[in-house]
T-cell receptor, first 114, second 115 residues
Framework: AQSVTQLDSQVPVFEEAPVELRCNYS??????LFWYVQYPNQGLQLLLK??????LVESINGFEAEFNKSQTSFHLRKPSVHISDTAEYFC????????????FGQGTRLTINP | EAEVAQSPRYKITEKSQAVAFWCDPI?????LYWYRQILGQGPELLVQ????????DSQLPKDRFSAERLKGVDSTLKIQPAELGDSAMYLC?????????????FGQGTRLTVV
């Protein structure tokens, strides 16, 4: 079985400041890793994912996440946030073998203050 | 742009009543998921369909919950009877193949309040 822990339930930052949302996972088998974002009154959207290859993955809107196998972490970072980044962010894992079964963390609410 | 459609967006029901949610996945997506998201927690998988067949319903409380996808397209999730603890957001998602590396697309969800 897998589990995902997001260490911060809420993260308030000022606009244009850097941010890091932390995610640690536990699994006895190899997993794929995902970050989903949920904007107010919208469904979850895939932000980025790590499947294989380079451990640093990027999204189209400036977020990046680095897979660290030894620390079982997949932290999400952005060097300069915008008001429009206000949302809830969910880290998730899925076993590589077989059908996708996403196991989500509890979520981190990112609030950007002007 | 294709999207997963869910209805209703909001539902208030009294405990012990029956309630149903509907989901229409993106056209051509063989895999359909129902997740439950309790306030302050991440989504948890309830049931997964591959076409019309259930692939995983290990977390579905089968004494009161049922799900069907009769023609392998749209799906209905039913709760009977509803309990106070069922208050949550119910999310439907679909993906083209359902393999671990395939992106799942989520609908906006149905927020259920049981009173």
């Amino acid at each position: 079985a897998q589990s995902v822990t997001q260490l911060d339930s809420q993260v308030p930052v000022f606009e244009e400041a850097p941010v890091e949302l932390r995610c640690n996972y536990s699994s006895s088998v190899s997993v794929y890793l995902f970050w989903y974002v949920q904007y107010p009154n919208q469904g979850l959207q895939l932000l980025l994912k790590y499947l294989s290859g380079s451990t640093l993955v990027e999204s189209i809107n400036g977020f990046e996440a680095e897979f660290n196998k030894s620390q079982t972490s997949f932290h999400l970072r952005k060097p300069s946030v915008h008001i429009s980044d206000t949302a809830e962010y969910f880290c998730a894992v899925s076993e590589i073998q077989g059908a996708q079964k996403l196991v989500f963390g509890q979520g981190t609410r990112l609030t950007i203050n002007p | 742009e294709a999207e997963v459609a869910q209805s209703p967006r909001y539902k208030i029901t009294e405990k012990s009543q029956a309630v149903a949610f509907w989901c229409d996945p993106i056209s051509g997506h063989a895999t359909l998921y129902w997740y439950r998201q309790i306030l302050g927690q991440g989504p948890e998988l309830l049931v997964q369909f591959q076409d019309e067949s259930v692939v995983d319903d290990s977390q579905l409380p089968k004494d009161r919950f049922s799900a069907e996808r009769l023609k392998g397209v749209d799906s209905t999730l039913k709760i009977q009877p509803a309990e106070l603890g069922d208050s949550a957001m119910y999310l439907c998602a679909s993906s083209l193949e359902g393999t671990a590396d395939t992106e799942a697309f989520f609908g906006q969800g149905t927020r259920l309040t049981v009173v």
